[in-house]
């Protein structure tokens, strides 16, 4: 434990000895400035600069424009266009399906397959639409019996923690 202590006593002292760092003219050698400082300033001034350095870089690159040379970012412009080339190629989409099913239409009515008098073009609009199907949310056997599990181990679980309290 001594050996401990005394090698802790060794780094205190050569951190904080006092030392003068002295600039001087080579010519005339005059003094230009000098500091005191130990071991322990040096320590903390690199440190504290190397981290206001890392924030500096970092505030830099997040904030401007900066970081569209960084591999992986884009531009602001270029998203705001991949957003609107989306946004126009599905309502094309859409569109052209209703085209289409127009066009089919026209052709089983010149074809006649289909008669003039059911020839409407709402109503083949209103039939080309998607329509979302519905979905069966209800839960099926398997998940029930899984809830049933969990539910008894709940009760377990909570009937174990207040055994353990109450010895």
């Known amino acids: 434990m001594s050996e401990k202590r005394l090698k802790r006593k060794i780094l205190h ?12 003219n080579e010519d005339t050698f005059e003094e230009i400035f000098s500091f005191k400082l130990n071991l ?18 970092t505030v830099i690159i997040a904030f401007t424009p900066l970081r569209e040379y ?23 989409t859409l569109a052209l399906k209703k085209n289409e099913a127009y066009i089919k239409s026209i052709q089983k009515v010149l074809t006649g397959q289909l008669e003039y008098a059911k020839f409407n073009k709402d ?8 329509t979302p199907s519905k979905f069966d949310l209800s839960a099926s056997e398997e998940e029930l019996e899984l809830r049933k599990e969990v539910a008894k181990e709940e009760k ?3 009937s174990n923690a207040s055994k353990a309290k109450k010895k």
């Open 13 to 24: 002292k050569k951190l904080f000895t006092k030392n003068r760092l002295v600039i001087l």
């Open 123 to 130: 109503s083949i609009l209103a039939a080309s639409e998607e």
């Open 156 to 158: 377990n679980s909570q």
């Open 40 to 57: 322990m300033n040096v320590f903390v001034v690199a440190t504290s600069g190397a981290i206001l350095l890392i924030f500096f870089t």
């Open 70 to 92: 960084i591999p992986g970012y884009s531009s602001s412009k270029l998203k705001k266009d991949a957003t609107e080339l989306a946004l126009k190629s599905d309502s094309l």
